[in-house]
């Protein structure tokens, strides 16, 4: 091992070495290795060192990295542009799906995300299969921001009374396939410094045709105008797996649209 030099065999400028045939014990001992090689640990190709918060020069835009040897470094290096991880805190107020895929294992509809409140910093909102509130499985797409919102195209968002966007969505297509596991569906907001560290999280909920009720009968037996009254009858869902409830609404014509 060199110990001191000057480049490499100059003339006349000999480099000091050292005999570690008396540290071997010691060598061994920290790296894990013997003098005839160890298979049994594997050799990495890669060398990491972790840098700890430091603050970026002004103007650097990329990290650079150099072969160093004895008496110099290799005067072409190998770079990567920096990535100023700073995440948003803004997060999307809710995510869901209604299924309008009657098949077991398949959904479709719209993914609609309800927008954070303040959006100045965010550029969108990425959206997961998740196997957990936390955890992503894979990713389906990306949502525009309600700020963004077009009213021309207005099927992408969703408008309150005075005309503001209050929901952003991603169009899930027919047939669409859950991922082994998925029960969650996950959104990040997400700006010029990457995405949120928390996602905002909605269960995955997949509609069966045999879920649905079979008929539903009322005979009004209140006698007044404008008031109704009596047993409500529900003809049970053909398979009831999964079902925690039978919810009643009023409804507008026959076509399921509530009031």
């Known amino acids: 091992a060199t110990s001191w030099g000057e480049g490499c065999a100059l003339p006349d400028f000999p480099g000091v070495w050292n005999k570690i045939s008396e540290e071997l014990e010691w060598i061994e001992e920290v790296t894990g290795l013997t003098a005839g090689g160890n298979p049994s640990v594997p050799v990495s190709s890669e060398v ?5 918060n430091l603050a970026l ?18 005067k072409t290096g190998v770079a990567v542009e920096i990535f100023d991880y700073d995440p948003p805190e803004e997060l999307a107020l809710a995510v869901y799906l209604v299924d309008q895929d009657a098949t077991p294992g398949e959904v479709s509809g719209r993914l609609w995300v309800g927008c954070a409140a303040d959006e100045d910093v965010l550029e969108g909102y990425s959206l997961y299969w998740g196997l957990s509130p936390s955890d992503k499985i894979s990713l389906i ?12 195209s207005g099927a992408d968002w969703q408008f309150n009374s005075a005309g503001d966007a209050t929901n952003t969505s991603v169009m899930l297509p027919m047939n669409t396939p859950l991922p082994v596991n998925a029960s969650y569906f996950l959104a990040y ?9 928390l996602p905002t999280a909605g269960p995955v909920s997949d509609f069966f045709a045999e879920h649905l009720a079979g008929a539903i009968m009322l005979r009004d037996t209140y006698p007044a105008l404008g008031l109704v ?4 009858t529900i003809q049970r869902a053909y398979s009831e797996a999964r079902l925690l409830r039978y919810s009643l609404y009023w409804g507008i014509g026959g076509r399921c649209q509530k009031a």
């Open 48 to 52: 990491r060192s972790s840098l700890e």
């Open 57 to 74: 020069p002004d103007g650097a835009t990329h990290l650079l990295v150099f072969s160093g040897y004895n008496g110099g470094e290799m």
């Open 141 to 152: 797409g990306h949502a525009p921001r309600c700020a963004d919102a077009d009213p021309s």
């Open 189 to 197: 907001s997400y700006s010029k410094g990457g995405e949120s560290v």
């Open 229 to 232: 009254g009596g047993i409500v």
